[in-house]
């Protein structure tokens, strides 16, 4: 009975230890944080034709060309006016050059213009 104690005695403190031990492991280790980095913001021009507007969203939908200085292929995407007066004006079916601040996957048009 007495040697079972001990050895229950000792699995509780090496558990205990390990747990801590552990913990303070994590703790030390700042690349392994619970909160994702930001990712870096890039900006870019495209040209493209204007597919879509939704002037209460504030988007518009844009059939464009490569943008190298994103890393984005030709594709057709919706971005966010900021500011929302960009959209003035705008009509489907338009050629426009613009610009675009990207932050992950969020797109923000912040310059359009009309050819």
Known sequence: MRACTCALIGILTLGASGAAFAQDSVSNMPSMSATPATPAAKSGQGTGMVKAIDAAAHTVTIQHG?????????????FKAKPATLLEGL????TVDFSVTTRGMAADITAIHRH
């Open 66 to 78: 490569p943008i190298p200085a994103v890393g984005w292929p030709a594709m057709t995407m919706t």
């Open 91 to 94: 009509k489907v079916g338009e």
